[in-house]
Protein backbone atom coordinates (compact mmCIF):
# COMPACT_ATOMS: atom_id res chain seq x y z
CA UNK A 1 0.00 0.00 0.00
CA UNK A 2 1.36 3.66 -0.83
CA UNK A 3 1.03 6.42 1.44
CA UNK A 4 -1.97 9.12 0.48
CA UNK A 5 0.05 11.23 -0.01
CA UNK A 6 2.02 9.28 -2.31
CA UNK A 7 -1.19 8.71 -3.89
CA UNK A 8 -2.40 12.45 -4.34
CA UNK A 9 0.98 13.39 -5.58
CA UNK A 10 1.05 10.08 -8.29
CA UNK A 11 -2.46 12.16 -9.69
CA UNK A 12 -0.96 16.01 -9.53
CA UNK A 13 -1.95 17.58 -6.08
CA UNK A 14 0.80 19.37 -4.35
CA UNK A 15 1.40 18.82 -0.48
CA UNK A 16 -0.20 21.05 0.77
CA UNK A 17 -3.38 21.35 -1.91
CA UNK A 18 -5.37 18.73 0.07
CA UNK A 19 -6.31 18.49 3.60
CA UNK A 20 -5.97 15.84 6.06
CA UNK A 21 -9.33 13.35 7.00
CA UNK A 22 -8.58 10.69 9.32
CA UNK A 23 -6.36 7.40 8.47
CA UNK A 24 -5.57 6.57 4.83
CA UNK A 25 -8.01 9.72 3.90
CA UNK A 26 -7.70 13.28 2.24
CA UNK A 27 -10.36 16.15 1.45
CA UNK A 28 -10.40 18.15 -1.35
CA UNK A 29 -10.88 21.80 -1.03
CA UNK A 30 -14.12 22.79 -2.82
CA UNK A 31 -12.57 25.69 -4.37
CA UNK A 32 -9.72 23.67 -5.61
CA UNK A 33 -12.55 21.76 -7.86
CA UNK A 34 -13.95 24.64 -9.09
CA UNK A 35 -10.98 26.67 -9.61
CA UNK A 36 -8.16 23.97 -10.68
CA UNK A 37 -10.22 21.27 -11.96
CA UNK A 38 -13.28 22.64 -13.69
CA UNK A 39 -11.01 23.90 -16.87
CA UNK A 40 -10.68 22.09 -20.92
CA UNK A 41 -9.00 18.85 -20.00
CA UNK A 42 -11.30 16.27 -19.31
CA UNK A 43 -10.22 12.44 -19.74
CA UNK A 44 -12.90 9.78 -20.83
CA UNK A 45 -15.86 9.24 -18.29
CA UNK A 46 -16.46 5.13 -18.50
CA UNK A 47 -19.69 4.79 -17.17
CA UNK A 48 -20.11 0.77 -15.10
CA UNK A 49 -23.81 -0.72 -14.66
CA UNK A 50 -25.03 -4.36 -14.48
CA UNK A 51 -27.64 -6.71 -15.39
CA UNK A 52 -30.65 -7.13 -13.22
CA UNK A 53 -28.84 -8.02 -10.29
CA UNK A 54 -29.44 -11.18 -7.71
CA UNK A 55 -30.51 -10.60 -3.87
CA UNK A 56 -26.27 -11.22 -3.30
CA UNK A 57 -25.01 -8.28 -6.03
CA UNK A 58 -23.15 -9.32 -9.05
CA UNK A 59 -19.59 -7.47 -8.22
CA UNK A 60 -19.96 -3.89 -10.04
CA UNK A 61 -18.09 -2.12 -7.75
CA UNK A 62 -15.90 -5.15 -7.58
CA UNK A 63 -15.33 -4.94 -11.73
CA UNK A 64 -15.32 -0.91 -11.27
CA UNK A 65 -12.18 -1.01 -9.00
CA UNK A 66 -10.08 -3.67 -10.66
CA UNK A 67 -10.60 -1.93 -13.97
CA UNK A 68 -9.41 1.20 -12.82
CA UNK A 69 -6.43 -0.69 -11.42
CA UNK A 70 -6.29 -2.60 -14.60
CA UNK A 71 -6.13 1.00 -16.93
CA UNK A 72 -3.50 2.04 -14.23
CA UNK A 73 -1.79 -1.19 -15.74
CA UNK A 74 -1.52 -0.80 -19.12
CA UNK A 75 -0.23 2.93 -18.18
CA UNK A 76 -3.13 4.96 -18.72
CA UNK A 77 -3.65 7.71 -15.40
CA UNK A 78 -7.16 5.96 -14.11
CA UNK A 79 -9.08 6.99 -11.32
CA UNK A 80 -12.31 5.12 -10.08
CA UNK A 81 -15.39 7.13 -8.36
CA UNK A 82 -17.89 5.64 -6.23
CA UNK A 83 -20.52 6.17 -3.58
CA UNK A 84 -19.59 6.11 0.01
CA UNK A 85 -21.26 2.89 2.03
CA UNK A 86 -24.23 3.54 3.79
CA UNK A 87 -24.12 2.18 7.11
CA UNK A 88 -27.78 0.72 6.82
CA UNK A 89 -26.32 -1.76 4.81
CA UNK A 90 -23.21 -2.31 6.39
CA UNK A 91 -25.00 -4.10 9.34
CA UNK A 92 -28.31 -5.24 6.73
CA UNK A 93 -28.09 -7.66 4.29
CA UNK A 94 -26.35 -6.19 1.16
CA UNK A 95 -22.79 -5.51 3.37
CA UNK A 96 -20.54 -2.93 2.86
CA UNK A 97 -19.81 -1.03 -0.73
CA UNK A 98 -15.81 -1.26 -0.94
CA UNK A 99 -15.27 -4.20 -3.32
CA UNK A 100 -13.78 -7.30 -2.53
CA UNK A 101 -11.03 -9.94 -2.30
CA UNK A 102 -8.39 -7.80 -4.40
CA UNK A 103 -9.85 -5.53 -5.95
CA UNK A 104 -10.99 -2.84 -2.72
CA UNK A 105 -10.43 0.68 -1.74
CA UNK A 106 -8.65 1.28 1.04
CA UNK A 107 -8.60 1.80 4.19
CA UNK A 108 -11.48 -0.70 3.68
CA UNK A 109 -13.15 -0.89 7.17
CA UNK A 110 -13.03 2.80 7.56
CA UNK A 111 -15.08 3.83 4.47
CA UNK A 112 -17.49 1.03 5.30
CA UNK A 113 -18.04 2.30 8.88
CA UNK A 114 -18.30 6.37 7.51
CA UNK A 115 -15.27 7.46 6.46
CA UNK A 116 -15.08 11.14 6.55
CA UNK A 117 -18.02 11.43 8.73
CA UNK A 118 -19.63 13.07 5.63
CA UNK A 119 -22.87 10.44 6.46
CA UNK A 120 -23.35 12.02 9.80
CA UNK A 121 -23.28 15.27 8.26
CA UNK A 122 -26.08 14.71 5.84
CA UNK A 123 -27.94 13.54 8.74
CA UNK A 124 -27.62 15.71 10.78
CA UNK A 125 -28.52 18.77 8.10
CA UNK A 126 -31.41 16.85 7.56
CA UNK A 127 -32.53 16.46 11.43
CA UNK A 128 -31.87 20.51 12.04
CA UNK A 129 -33.97 21.28 8.82
CA UNK A 130 -36.82 19.12 10.30
CA UNK A 131 -35.89 20.52 13.77
CA UNK A 132 -36.40 24.08 12.40
CA UNK A 133 -39.83 23.08 11.20
CA UNK A 134 -40.95 21.91 14.37
CA UNK A 135 -39.82 24.65 16.24
CA UNK A 136 -41.73 27.07 13.67
CA UNK A 137 -45.00 25.74 14.41
CA UNK A 138 -44.45 25.42 18.07
CA UNK A 139 -43.33 29.29 17.56
CA UNK A 140 -47.06 29.89 16.33
CA UNK A 141 -46.66 28.60 12.98
CA UNK A 142 -46.90 32.07 11.26
CA UNK A 143 -46.54 30.46 7.94
CA UNK A 144 -49.73 28.32 8.51
CA UNK A 145 -48.22 24.95 8.00
CA UNK A 146 -50.47 22.21 7.70
CA UNK A 147 -49.73 19.64 10.66
CA UNK A 148 -52.32 16.83 9.59
CA UNK A 149 -50.33 15.20 7.48
CA UNK A 150 -46.14 13.76 7.70
CA UNK A 151 -43.80 16.91 6.94
CA UNK A 152 -40.34 16.65 6.07
CA UNK A 153 -39.38 12.94 7.55
CA UNK A 154 -35.87 12.66 9.61
CA UNK A 155 -32.99 10.40 8.89
CA UNK A 156 -31.08 7.42 10.48
CA UNK A 157 -28.63 6.05 9.14
CA UNK A 158 -29.23 2.89 10.74
CA UNK A 159 -31.94 0.39 8.90
CA UNK A 160 -34.90 0.50 11.65
CA UNK A 161 -38.36 -0.35 10.39
CA UNK A 162 -40.02 0.97 13.64
CA UNK A 163 -39.67 4.34 12.49
CA UNK A 164 -41.07 4.73 9.07
CA UNK A 165 -44.06 6.04 10.30
CA UNK A 166 -44.77 7.62 13.93
CA UNK A 167 -46.46 10.10 16.07
CA UNK A 168 -43.92 13.45 17.41
CA UNK A 169 -44.86 15.88 19.05
CA UNK A 170 -45.74 13.99 22.39
CA UNK A 171 -44.45 15.85 25.65
CA UNK A 172 -45.54 14.85 29.26
CA UNK A 173 -43.60 18.11 30.70
CA UNK A 174 -45.29 20.83 28.63
CA UNK A 175 -47.04 21.74 25.70
CA UNK A 176 -47.17 19.73 22.54
CA UNK A 177 -48.66 19.21 18.81
CA UNK A 178 -48.60 15.19 18.40
CA UNK A 179 -48.87 14.60 14.38
CA UNK A 180 -47.38 11.83 12.05
CA UNK A 181 -43.74 12.09 11.29
CA UNK A 182 -41.76 9.83 9.46
CA UNK A 183 -37.90 8.83 8.99
CA UNK A 184 -36.04 7.54 5.77
CA UNK A 185 -32.49 6.45 5.87
CA UNK A 186 -30.07 9.08 5.76
CA UNK A 187 -29.41 8.00 1.97
CA UNK A 188 -33.13 8.33 0.93
CA UNK A 189 -33.36 11.81 1.98
CA UNK A 190 -33.26 15.02 -0.60
CA UNK A 191 -30.23 16.72 1.50
CA UNK A 192 -27.86 13.64 0.24
CA UNK A 193 -29.08 13.79 -3.21
CA UNK A 194 -28.12 17.83 -2.46
CA UNK A 195 -24.92 16.74 -1.22
CA UNK A 196 -23.94 14.77 -4.43
CA UNK A 197 -24.93 16.99 -7.00
CA UNK A 198 -24.20 20.41 -5.89
CA UNK A 199 -21.16 22.48 -7.90
CA UNK A 200 -20.01 24.55 -4.92
CA UNK A 201 -21.09 26.29 -1.53
CA UNK A 202 -23.38 28.72 -3.28
CA UNK A 203 -25.23 26.12 -5.68
CA UNK A 204 -25.46 23.61 -2.14
CA UNK A 205 -27.35 27.00 -0.28
CA UNK A 206 -29.57 27.43 -3.32
CA UNK A 207 -30.57 23.88 -3.36
CA UNK A 208 -31.30 23.26 0.45
CA UNK A 209 -33.29 26.51 -0.09
CA UNK A 210 -35.74 25.66 -2.36
CA UNK A 211 -36.42 22.35 -0.40
CA UNK A 212 -40.15 21.61 0.06
CA UNK A 213 -40.37 21.27 3.59
CA UNK A 214 -44.30 21.39 4.46
CA UNK A 215 -47.68 22.49 2.53
CA UNK A 216 -49.86 25.46 3.84
CA UNK A 217 -53.44 25.24 4.62
CA UNK A 218 -54.62 25.58 1.01
CA UNK A 219 -51.47 23.04 0.15
CA UNK A 220 -49.04 25.57 -1.63
CA UNK A 221 -45.10 24.82 -0.49
CA UNK A 222 -43.38 26.22 2.19
CA UNK A 223 -39.64 25.70 1.56
CA UNK A 224 -36.48 26.11 3.26
CA UNK A 225 -35.68 29.64 2.70
CA UNK A 226 -38.98 30.73 4.29
CA UNK A 227 -37.75 29.43 7.61
CA UNK A 228 -34.22 31.21 6.62
CA UNK A 229 -32.71 27.85 7.23
CA UNK A 230 -30.43 27.08 4.31
CA UNK A 231 -27.58 28.92 5.41
CA UNK A 232 -27.30 26.76 9.11
CA UNK A 233 -27.98 23.79 7.53
CA UNK A 234 -25.33 24.19 4.81
CA UNK A 235 -23.14 25.04 7.81
CA UNK A 236 -23.03 21.31 8.63
CA UNK A 237 -22.40 19.88 5.44
CA UNK A 238 -19.32 22.74 4.98
CA UNK A 239 -16.49 20.23 5.26
CA UNK A 240 -18.92 16.91 4.10
CA UNK A 241 -18.97 18.71 0.76
CA UNK A 242 -15.09 18.37 -0.09
CA UNK A 243 -14.77 15.25 -1.89
CA UNK A 244 -13.03 12.16 -0.08
CA UNK A 245 -9.39 10.86 -1.68
CA UNK A 246 -8.64 7.07 -0.79
CA UNK A 247 -6.88 4.65 -3.02
CA UNK A 248 -7.63 0.98 -4.24
CA UNK A 249 -5.52 -2.15 -3.35
CA UNK A 250 -3.15 -1.52 -6.10
CA UNK A 251 -2.79 2.53 -4.59
CA UNK A 252 -5.00 3.40 -7.75
CA UNK A 253 -6.22 6.80 -6.50
CA UNK A 254 -9.83 6.33 -5.74
CA UNK A 255 -12.70 9.09 -4.56
CA UNK A 256 -15.18 7.82 -2.69
CA UNK A 257 -17.97 10.45 -1.96
CA UNK A 258 -21.75 10.70 -1.84
CA UNK A 259 -23.93 8.83 -0.12
CA UNK A 260 -27.72 9.14 -2.04
CA UNK A 261 -29.50 5.74 -2.73
CA UNK A 262 -29.91 4.41 -6.24
CA UNK A 263 -33.61 4.10 -6.23
CA UNK A 264 -35.24 6.91 -4.16
CA UNK A 265 -32.26 9.15 -5.41
CA UNK A 266 -30.00 9.32 -8.81
CA UNK A 267 -26.97 6.43 -7.16
CA UNK A 268 -23.67 7.82 -7.88
CA UNK A 269 -21.03 9.32 -6.52
CA UNK A 270 -20.63 13.25 -6.07
CA UNK A 271 -20.01 15.60 -8.99
CA UNK A 272 -17.78 17.17 -7.21
CA UNK A 273 -15.69 13.99 -7.12
CA UNK A 274 -16.50 13.16 -10.62
CA UNK A 275 -15.58 17.08 -11.97
CA UNK A 276 -11.96 16.11 -10.22
CA UNK A 277 -11.68 12.70 -11.58
CA UNK A 278 -12.44 13.20 -15.22
CA UNK A 279 -9.97 16.39 -14.89
CA UNK A 280 -7.10 14.61 -13.23
CA UNK A 281 -6.94 11.50 -15.23
CA UNK A 282 -7.32 9.10 -18.51
CA UNK A 283 -9.89 7.43 -17.28
CA UNK A 284 -12.76 7.98 -14.87
CA UNK A 285 -14.72 5.04 -13.85
CA UNK A 286 -17.74 5.82 -12.67
CA UNK A 287 -20.15 3.25 -11.02
CA UNK A 288 -23.17 3.47 -11.31
CA UNK A 289 -26.06 2.77 -9.00
CA UNK A 290 -28.21 -0.82 -9.41
CA UNK A 291 -28.64 -1.58 -13.68
CA UNK A 292 -29.22 0.14 -16.61
CA UNK A 293 -32.57 0.76 -16.12
CA UNK A 294 -32.10 2.74 -12.66
CA UNK A 295 -28.37 3.82 -12.28
CA UNK A 296 -27.91 4.69 -16.17
CA UNK A 297 -30.78 6.46 -16.99
CA UNK A 298 -30.33 8.12 -14.20
CA UNK A 299 -27.23 9.54 -14.77
CA UNK A 300 -27.77 10.46 -17.86
CA UNK A 301 -31.07 12.04 -16.91
CA UNK A 302 -30.68 13.42 -14.21
CA UNK A 303 -26.37 13.84 -13.48
CA UNK A 304 -25.76 14.78 -17.01
CA UNK A 305 -28.31 16.94 -17.38
CA UNK A 306 -26.93 19.05 -14.24
CA UNK A 307 -23.33 18.19 -14.36
CA UNK A 308 -22.72 18.77 -18.09
CA UNK A 309 -20.95 15.18 -17.49
CA UNK A 310 -21.24 12.89 -20.33
CA UNK A 311 -20.39 9.11 -20.18
CA UNK A 312 -17.71 8.54 -22.97
CA UNK A 313 -17.98 4.30 -22.55
CA UNK A 314 -20.29 2.12 -21.47
CA UNK A 315 -19.56 -1.09 -19.68
CA UNK A 316 -22.77 -3.54 -18.04
CA UNK A 317 -21.78 -6.11 -15.31
CA UNK A 318 -23.14 -9.74 -15.92
CA UNK A 319 -22.81 -12.82 -13.54
CA UNK A 320 -23.21 -16.44 -14.48
CA UNK A 321 -25.08 -16.59 -11.09
CA UNK A 322 -27.31 -13.76 -12.33
CA UNK A 323 -28.52 -15.22 -15.48
CA UNK A 324 -29.19 -18.67 -14.12
CA UNK A 325 -31.34 -16.96 -11.98
CA UNK A 326 -33.22 -14.85 -14.74
CA UNK A 327 -33.25 -17.98 -16.77
CA UNK A 328 -35.61 -19.52 -13.94
CA UNK A 329 -32.62 -21.75 -12.55
CA UNK A 330 -30.74 -22.50 -9.06
CA UNK A 331 -28.05 -19.80 -8.92
CA UNK A 332 -25.71 -22.48 -7.27
CA UNK A 333 -25.98 -25.21 -10.28
CA UNK A 334 -24.88 -25.38 -13.38
CA UNK A 335 -26.88 -24.79 -16.09
CA UNK A 336 -26.59 -23.90 -19.52
CA UNK A 337 -29.95 -23.87 -20.57
CA UNK A 338 -31.15 -21.32 -17.39
CA UNK A 339 -28.05 -18.95 -18.72
CA UNK A 340 -29.08 -19.71 -22.38
CA UNK A 341 -32.60 -18.36 -20.88
CA UNK A 342 -31.74 -15.53 -18.45
CA UNK A 343 -29.31 -13.65 -21.81
CA UNK A 344 -33.05 -12.02 -22.37
CA UNK A 345 -32.35 -9.76 -19.60
CA UNK A 346 -28.92 -9.06 -20.36
CA UNK A 347 -30.11 -7.92 -23.64
CA UNK A 348 -32.55 -5.36 -22.49
CA UNK A 349 -29.64 -4.05 -20.93
CA UNK A 350 -27.67 -3.73 -23.71
CA UNK A 351 -30.49 -2.34 -25.69
CA UNK A 352 -30.47 0.31 -22.76
CA UNK A 353 -27.17 1.64 -23.19
CA UNK A 354 -27.37 2.02 -27.17
CA UNK A 355 -30.50 4.69 -26.24
CA UNK A 356 -28.10 6.42 -24.27
CA UNK A 357 -25.55 6.58 -26.93
CA UNK A 358 -23.20 3.78 -25.91
CA UNK A 359 -22.35 0.75 -27.70
CA UNK A 360 -22.21 -1.33 -24.36
CA UNK A 361 -19.18 -3.35 -23.82
CA UNK A 362 -19.91 -6.49 -21.32
CA UNK A 363 -17.89 -7.36 -18.42
CA UNK A 364 -18.26 -11.10 -16.87
CA UNK A 365 -17.26 -11.02 -13.57
CA UNK A 366 -16.04 -14.88 -13.43
CA UNK A 367 -17.03 -16.82 -10.08
CA UNK A 368 -14.96 -20.17 -9.50
CA UNK A 369 -17.80 -22.70 -9.86
CA UNK A 370 -18.94 -21.01 -13.69
CA UNK A 371 -18.76 -23.68 -15.94
CA UNK A 372 -16.95 -22.97 -19.19
CA UNK A 373 -19.71 -23.82 -21.54
CA UNK A 374 -21.42 -21.64 -19.51
CA UNK A 375 -19.16 -18.81 -20.00
CA UNK A 376 -18.88 -19.65 -23.76
CA UNK A 377 -22.47 -19.00 -24.21
CA UNK A 378 -22.38 -15.95 -22.70
CA UNK A 379 -19.74 -14.97 -24.88
CA UNK A 380 -21.77 -16.47 -27.89
CA UNK A 381 -24.14 -14.35 -27.38
CA UNK A 382 -22.66 -11.34 -26.90
CA UNK A 383 -20.42 -11.81 -29.86
CA UNK A 384 -23.71 -12.14 -31.61
CA UNK A 385 -25.28 -9.28 -30.15
CA UNK A 386 -22.60 -7.35 -31.69
CA UNK A 387 -21.18 -6.12 -27.77
CA UNK A 388 -17.51 -7.03 -26.96
CA UNK A 389 -17.09 -9.52 -23.73
CA UNK A 390 -14.24 -9.62 -21.24
CA UNK A 391 -14.14 -12.49 -18.86
CA UNK A 392 -12.91 -10.68 -15.40
CA UNK A 393 -11.27 -12.09 -12.46
CA UNK A 394 -10.87 -9.49 -10.14
CA UNK A 395 -11.78 -10.36 -7.30
CA UNK A 396 -8.93 -13.33 -7.06
CA UNK A 397 -6.33 -11.13 -9.14
CA UNK A 398 -6.74 -8.28 -8.85
CA UNK A 399 -6.09 -5.58 -11.69
CA UNK A 400 -4.51 -8.03 -13.34
CA UNK A 401 -7.96 -10.01 -13.84
CA UNK A 402 -9.55 -7.06 -15.70
CA UNK A 403 -6.76 -6.18 -18.40
CA UNK A 404 -8.48 -7.39 -21.43
CA UNK A 405 -11.66 -5.57 -19.91
CA UNK A 406 -9.51 -1.98 -19.98
CA UNK A 407 -8.26 -2.84 -23.52
CA UNK A 408 -12.12 -2.94 -24.66
CA UNK A 409 -12.54 0.15 -22.85
CA UNK A 410 -9.61 2.18 -24.59
CA UNK A 411 -10.87 1.14 -28.20
CA UNK A 412 -14.23 2.16 -27.12
CA UNK A 413 -13.10 5.65 -26.03
CA UNK A 414 -10.98 6.72 -29.13
CA UNK A 415 -14.50 6.34 -30.97
CA UNK A 416 -15.13 9.47 -29.36
CA UNK A 417 -19.09 8.58 -28.04
CA UNK A 418 -20.77 11.07 -25.20
CA UNK A 419 -24.15 10.06 -23.79
CA UNK A 420 -27.24 11.66 -24.30
CA UNK A 421 -30.58 11.85 -22.58
CA UNK A 422 -33.41 9.37 -22.84
CA UNK A 423 -36.41 12.20 -23.00
CA UNK A 424 -36.05 16.10 -23.23
CA UNK A 425 -35.44 18.28 -20.49
CA UNK A 426 -38.99 19.75 -20.76
CA UNK A 427 -40.62 16.71 -20.99
CA UNK A 428 -43.67 16.20 -18.61
CA UNK A 429 -43.40 14.03 -15.56
CA UNK A 430 -46.33 11.84 -17.34
CA UNK A 431 -44.21 11.63 -20.59
CA UNK A 432 -40.78 10.74 -19.24
CA UNK A 433 -42.33 8.24 -16.64
CA UNK A 434 -43.76 6.93 -19.89
CA UNK A 435 -40.42 6.80 -21.62
CA UNK A 436 -38.85 5.30 -18.59
CA UNK A 437 -41.29 2.66 -18.68
CA UNK A 438 -42.02 1.06 -21.78
CA UNK A 439 -38.32 1.64 -23.41
CA UNK A 440 -35.74 0.93 -20.74
CA UNK A 441 -38.17 -1.32 -18.15
CA UNK A 442 -40.30 -2.87 -21.48
CA UNK A 443 -43.42 -2.30 -19.52
CA UNK A 444 -46.87 -1.14 -21.20
CA UNK A 445 -48.30 1.51 -19.38
CA UNK A 446 -47.75 4.04 -16.46
CA UNK A 447 -50.51 4.13 -14.31
CA UNK A 448 -51.12 6.63 -11.10
CA UNK A 449 -52.59 5.82 -7.77
CA UNK A 450 -55.39 8.33 -6.45
CA UNK A 451 -52.84 9.38 -3.64
CA UNK A 452 -49.98 10.31 -7.04
CA UNK A 453 -52.37 11.93 -9.21
CA UNK A 454 -53.31 14.64 -6.29
CA UNK A 455 -49.51 15.03 -5.84
CA UNK A 456 -49.33 15.01 -9.14
CA UNK A 457 -51.62 18.26 -9.16
CA UNK A 458 -49.94 19.94 -6.65
CA UNK A 459 -46.58 20.05 -7.95
CA UNK A 460 -48.59 20.91 -10.99
CA UNK A 461 -49.72 24.21 -9.34
CA UNK A 462 -45.88 24.73 -7.87
CA UNK A 463 -44.84 24.89 -12.03
CA UNK A 464 -42.86 22.50 -11.52
CA UNK A 465 -44.33 19.12 -13.28
CA UNK A 466 -41.81 19.05 -16.16
CA UNK A 467 -38.03 17.73 -15.96
CA UNK A 468 -36.35 14.87 -14.82
CA UNK A 469 -37.85 11.76 -12.72
CA UNK A 470 -36.75 9.49 -10.29
CA UNK A 471 -38.11 6.12 -10.13
CA UNK A 472 -37.93 4.23 -7.01
CA UNK A 473 -38.38 0.81 -7.57
CA UNK A 474 -36.92 -2.71 -6.74
CA UNK A 475 -33.34 -2.84 -8.43
CA UNK A 476 -34.34 -6.92 -8.40
CA UNK A 477 -36.48 -6.86 -11.62
CA UNK A 478 -37.05 -4.91 -14.84
CA UNK A 479 -40.36 -3.87 -13.34
CA UNK A 480 -41.89 -2.86 -10.43
CA UNK A 481 -42.26 -6.47 -8.96
CA UNK A 482 -39.41 -8.28 -7.84
CA UNK A 483 -40.86 -11.97 -8.37
CA UNK A 484 -41.11 -10.75 -12.15
CA UNK A 485 -37.38 -12.23 -13.02
CA UNK A 486 -35.60 -12.45 -16.74
CA UNK A 487 -37.18 -10.10 -19.52
CA UNK A 488 -40.53 -8.90 -18.42
CA UNK A 489 -43.01 -7.42 -21.03
CA UNK A 490 -46.40 -5.72 -21.19
CA UNK A 491 -46.61 -4.96 -17.29
CA UNK A 492 -47.83 -1.54 -16.06
CA UNK A 493 -46.15 -0.10 -13.51
CA UNK A 494 -47.92 1.69 -10.99
CA UNK A 495 -47.19 5.09 -9.13
CA UNK A 496 -47.84 5.13 -5.18
CA UNK A 497 -46.79 8.40 -4.76
CA UNK A 498 -44.96 11.62 -6.00
CA UNK A 499 -42.75 13.34 -4.70
CA UNK A 500 -41.31 17.19 -5.76
CA UNK A 501 -37.48 17.45 -4.72
CA UNK A 502 -36.75 21.04 -5.48
CA UNK A 503 -33.52 21.37 -4.06
CA UNK A 504 -32.45 18.30 -6.09
CA UNK A 505 -33.75 19.23 -9.31
CA UNK A 506 -36.62 16.35 -9.81
CA UNK A 507 -39.53 14.48 -9.22
CA UNK A 508 -39.34 11.10 -6.49
CA UNK A 509 -41.82 8.56 -7.92
CA UNK A 510 -42.65 5.97 -5.80
CA UNK A 511 -43.81 2.57 -7.20
CA UNK A 512 -44.01 -1.12 -6.63
CA UNK A 513 -43.55 -2.16 -2.79
CA UNK A 514 -40.33 -0.03 -2.39
CA UNK A 515 -39.71 1.96 0.93
CA UNK A 516 -37.77 4.74 2.41
CA UNK A 517 -36.81 2.83 5.15
CA UNK A 518 -35.78 -0.51 4.91
CA UNK A 519 -35.43 -2.89 7.98
CA UNK A 520 -32.99 -5.29 8.86
CA UNK A 521 -32.93 -9.18 7.67
CA UNK A 522 -33.67 -11.85 9.48
CA UNK A 523 -30.02 -12.35 10.01
CA UNK A 524 -28.78 -8.99 9.75
CA UNK A 525 -24.63 -8.93 9.10
CA UNK A 526 -24.39 -7.79 12.84
CA UNK A 527 -24.48 -11.32 13.50
CA UNK A 528 -20.52 -11.95 12.55
CA UNK A 529 -19.34 -8.11 13.01
CA UNK A 530 -17.12 -7.70 15.46
CA UNK A 531 -14.61 -5.72 17.35
CA UNK A 532 -11.17 -7.71 18.33
CA UNK A 533 -9.77 -7.22 21.92
CA UNK A 534 -7.05 -5.42 20.20
CA UNK A 535 -9.41 -2.88 18.56
CA UNK A 536 -9.43 -4.89 14.98
CA UNK A 537 -12.88 -4.41 13.26
CA UNK A 538 -14.09 -7.82 11.94
CA UNK A 539 -16.44 -9.60 10.17
CA UNK A 540 -17.28 -6.72 7.58
CA UNK A 541 -19.17 -8.09 4.12
Not at 103 to 113: A, G, K
Not at 152 to 180: H, K, Q, V, W, Y
Amino acid sequence: MKSIGQVASSIGFRPDDLIPAGRGALKVPVALVRSRYSGSHRGHLVLVSAMTATEHGEGKTVVSIGLAMALERLGHRAIVCLRQPSIGPVFGSKGGATGGGRSTVEPRSVIDLGLTGDLDAIANAQNLLAALVDHHIFRGNSLGLATDRPLLPRASSIEDRSLRDITTGLSASGPGFPRPGQFAVTAATEVAAIHALAGDYADLKRRLGRIVVARNGSGGPVRASDLAAEGSVATLLATALAPNLVQTAEGTAAFVHGIPYANVAHGTCSVLAMRAGVSLSEFCVVEAGFATELGAEKFVDIVSRQSHLDANVGVVVATVRALRHHGGGAEDEVSAEAVERGLANLDQHLDNLRRIGLDPIVALNRFPHDAPEEIDRVERFCAERGAPCAVTTVFQDGGSGAENLARLVIEAAARGQRSHPAYPADASVEDALARIVTEFYGGASVEFSPEATADLERIRAMGEANGPVCIAKTPRSLSDDARKIGRPTGFPVRVRRLARWSGAGFTVAIVGSIVTLPGLPEHPATETIGLSDDGEIVGLR
